[in-house]
């Protein structure tokens, strides 16, 4: 046992009271029986998976000497001492923990959850801090011996590789960031827009007069990542940074994905092409609605119909062929579980979102980029958006043949995320792109995306009429039946390969609201995505 620590059992329990430097704890295991000893080990190289007994025993030591401050013996209980040394001492003299208290849970196999209650304290400001992470014990595969599976977030679930964690004074000024209406968001009521409420603040705490405090943070180690603050123990002066956010919309976004494992959803007001609602699930995650890039399935068959209309190529009363299968440069499209339509209007083939219809048509556009064009130059994309945070705003590469096919139905090498499929919804609603924002470019003078050309007259006219026929009589009625006002949909399944259900996307709009949501792995869009976007656009 380390230096200076006193053992003992008490009612039955393990206990371990750190004395003897400079700050103290103690780890607390319940029920602890038998155990190997580190001597045993290493007398004797043992194989197969660990042991429950081995388990207990390698975790009791490890966060025993963790919390005693012991970190160089604690690296060396696990299968990585060279990175784990100095994260276990950043622990103790870069964040500044006075003192560490370390309660393990029961085990689960070969995993131990724990509690850390610790007090930190910087110039004369000291507040306690507590949090939950936990452990996995793996047999080391040159000894033998149990060891600790070093991952940084054994010392704090956020910290990723590469971070540090710090407590001084921060880096960027203390901001409250507010709703449209003045309400401040926080990441406590509005998980989803943690990560995003860090970005707001290094990009313009200083701007709106905001004053460092003291904190506790994750120092992230890249000028590209925002750090994260954990714990403040001296709030700094607040700047008050407006955004487009609305309260009503963002809560019902956050609500709405909260039951999925990787969902995302954006909403915009068309006529503005403010942002009201972002949301991401799990919350503390990439933020895929902004930034994902991934095949938006039939949803992006509202710039394809927007294209096919211009050109003249059809119409939306006008008769179009919708076969069960369609090739193009030898390769073969058909339609979700083989329907055929035969000879029907346009806005039918668009509101049961058949491939065919769409594939019979490319031959008459006479340009593999022509698709790439109309989306640059009536919709926006790729025109280096500038919302207030970081954002990718939609791509359609060059391709020929058959890739280029699949374009048009959203597959294939089309790059898009909720934000863009939102705006382009709110595009085709509104009839002219509106670049969708997040803080008023008034704020910093930051110059918004414009098109080239709005959709005319007649063409807005029948692709909103089209998605309105999608959102009462076609793939998205389900979805959209709770909807009142003016409203219209497009569903789309993007199939991703070694994926065994297709991504979920829909796409929605209720008057002066748009919305769009991806749920990866969740089937017809009209099943997963669609209600998310519904109680999203309830809610405008």
Same mark, same amino acid.
């Given at each position: 046992?380390?230096?200076?620590?006193?053992?003992?059992?008490?009612?039955?329990?393990?206990?371990?009271?750190?004395?003897?430097?400079?700050?103290?704890?103690?780890?607390?295991?319940?029920?602890?029986?038998?155990?190997?000893?580190?001597?045993?080990?290493?007398?004797?190289?043992?194989?197969?998976?660990?042991?429950?007994?081995?388990?207990?025993?390698?975790?009791?030591?490890?966060?025993?000497?963790?919390?005693?401050?012991?970190?160089?013996?604690?690296?060396?209980?696990?299968?990585n001492p060279v990175e784990a040394g100095p994260?276990?001492?950043?622990?103790?003299?870069?964040?500044?923990?006075?003192?560490?208290?370390?309660?393990?849970?029961?085990?689960?196999?070969?995993?131990?959850?724990?509690?850390?209650?610790?007090?930190?304290?910087?110039?004369?400001?000291?507040?306690?801090?507590?949090?939950?992470?936990?452990?996995?014990?793996?047999?080391?595969?040159?000894?033998?011996?149990?060891?600790?599976?070093?991952?940084?977030?054994?010392?704090?679930?956020?910290? &990723?590789?590469?971070? $540090? /964690?710090? %407590? *001084?004074?921060?880096?960027?000024? =203390?901001?409250?960031?507010?709703? +449209?209406?003045?309400?401040?968001?926080?990441?406590?009521?509005?998980?989803?827009?943690?990560p995003i409420l860090g970005e707001l603040r290094?990009?313009?705490?200083?701007?709106?007069?905001?004053?460092?405090?003291?904190?506790?943070?994750?120092?992230?180690?890249?000028?590209?990542?925002?750090? &994260?603050?954990?714990? $403040? /123990?001296? %709030? *700094?002066?607040?700047?008050?940074? =407006?955004?487009?956010?609305?309260? +009503?919309?963002?809560?019902?976004?956050?609500?709405?994905?909260?039951?999925?494992?990787?969902?995302?959803?954006?909403?915009?007001?068309?006529?503005?092409?403010?942002?009201?609602?972002?949301?991401?699930?799990?919350?503390?995650?990439?933020?895929?609605?902004?930034?994902?890039?991934?095949?938006?399935?039939?949803?992006?068959?509202?710039?394809?119909?927007?294209?096919?209309?211009?050109?003249?190529?059809?119409?939306?009363?006008?008769?179009?062929?919708?076969?069960?299968?369609?090739?193009?440069?030898?390769?073969?499209?058909?339609?979700?579980?083989?329907?055929?339509?035969?000879?029907?209007?346009?806005?039918?083939?668009?509101?049961?979102?058949?491939?065919?219809?769409?594939?019979?048509?490319?031959?008459?556009?006479?340009?593999?980029?022509?698709?790439?064009?109309?989306?640059?130059?009536?919709?926006?994309?790729?025109?280096?958006?500038?919302?207030?945070?970081?954002?990718?705003?939609?791509?359609?590469?060059?391709?020929?043949?058959?890739?280029?096919?699949?374009?048009?139905?959203?597959?294939?090498?089309?790059?898009?995320?909720?934000?863009?499929?939102?705006?382009?919804?709110?595009?085709?609603?509104?009839?002219?792109?509106?670049?969708?924002?997040?803080?008023?470019?008034?704020?910093?003078?930051?110059?918004?995306?414009?098109?080239?050309?709005?959709?005319?007259?007649?063409?807005?006219?029948?692709?909103?009429?089209?998605?309105?026929?999608?959102?009462?009589?076609?793939?998205?009625?389900?979805?959209?039946?709770?909807?009142?006002?003016?409203?219209?949909?497009?569903?789309?399944?993007?199939?991703?390969?070694?994926?065994?259900?297709?991504?979920?996307?829909?796409?929605?709009?209720?008057?002066?609201?748009?919305?769009?949501?991806?749920?990866?792995?969740?089937?017809?869009?009209?099943?997963?995505?669609?209600?998310?976007?519904?109680?999203?656009?309830?809610?405008?």
């Amino acid at each position: 046992m380390r230096s200076g620590a006193k053992v003992a059992i008490v009612g039955g329990a393990f206990l371990v009271v750190a004395s003897g430097v400079g700050y103290g704890g103690y780890n607390l295991w319940s029920g602890v029986t038998g155990g190997t000893s580190s001597k045993n080990a290493a007398e004797e190289r043992r194989t197969g998976p660990v042991t429950s007994e081995e388990v207990t025993e390698t975790a009791k030591e490890f966060l025993a000497a963790w919390a005693s401050g012991e970190s160089d013996r604690a690296a060396q209980l696990t299968n990585n001492p060279v990175e784990a040394g100095p994260a276990l001492l950043a622990f103790r003299e870069s964040a500044m923990i006075g003192k560490a208290y370390i309660t393990p849970g029961t085990p689960a196999g070969t995993t131990v959850p724990f509690a850390v209650r610790a007090t930190v304290s910087y110039e004369g400001h000291t507040k306690a801090w507590s949090y939950a992470s936990k452990l996995t014990v793996v047999r080391g595969l040159t000894t033998g011996r149990p060891l600790v599976e070093w991952q940084p977030t054994v010392v704090h679930p956020k910290l &990723t590789k590469g971070a $540090t /964690l710090r %407590t *001084g004074e921060a880096k960027v000024a =203390a901001i409250a960031v507010v709703d +449209r209406d003045g309400v401040e968001l926080t990441e406590d009521k509005y998980p989803s827009l943690g990560p995003i409420l860090g970005e707001l603040r290094q990009r313009y705490g200083a701007e709106v007069g905001g004053k460092p405090g003291i904190e506790t943070w994750i120092d992230s180690g890249s000028e590209t990542v925002p750090d &994260t603050t954990l714990l $403040t /123990l001296s %709030t *700094g002066g607040k700047g008050r940074l =407006a955004t487009t956010i609305d309260t +009503r919309v963002q809560a019902a976004a956050e609500q709405a994905v909260k039951g999925h494992g990787h969902a995302s959803v954006v909403a915009i007001q068309p006529s503005t092409g403010a942002i009201r609602a972002v949301a991401n699930s799990p919350a503390s995650g990439n933020n895929t609605a902004f930034l994902g890039r991934l095949a938006p399935g039939s949803t992006l068959k509202i710039v394809t119909a927007a294209l096919l209309l211009e050109k003249g190529l059809v119409t939306a009363d006008g008769p179009a062929e919708c076969p069960k299968t369609a090739m193009y440069f030898g390769r073969t499209f058909q339609n979700l579980d083989g329907f055929e339509l035969g000879t029907v209007p346009f806005k039918q083939s668009f509101a049961r979102s058949c491939n065919t219809a769409f594939i019979k048509k490319i031959d008459d556009v006479h340009d593999d980029a022509a698709l790439g064009k109309e989306a640059r130059e009536v919709f926006g994309m790729d025109s280096e958006w500038k919302t207030g945070i970081p954002s990718f705003d939609g791509k359609i590469p060059a391709e020929t043949g058959g890739e280029a096919a699949a374009q048009y139905i959203g597959q294939g090498t089309v790059q898009m995320n909720p934000l863009t499929v939102a705006s382009i919804t709110a595009t085709a609603k509104n009839g002219t792109f509106r670049q969708p924002y997040l803080v008023s470019p008034d704020l910093d003078d930051r110059p918004l995306a414009t098109a080239e050309r709005p959709l005319t007259s007649s063409v807005a006219r029948q692709l909103r009429d089209m998605m309105r026929r999608t959102a009462t009589s076609g793939t998205g009625a389900a979805a959209m039946v709770s909807v009142d006002g003016d409203k219209g949909a497009k569903t789309g399944s993007a199939e991703v390969d070694g994926q065994a259900d297709p991504n979920s996307w829909f796409a929605g709009f209720s008057d002066d609201l748009a919305a769009s949501a991806v749920v990866l792995a969740g089937g017809h869009g009209g099943d997963a995505a669609g209600p998310i976007v519904a109680q999203v656009l309830r809610a405008g």
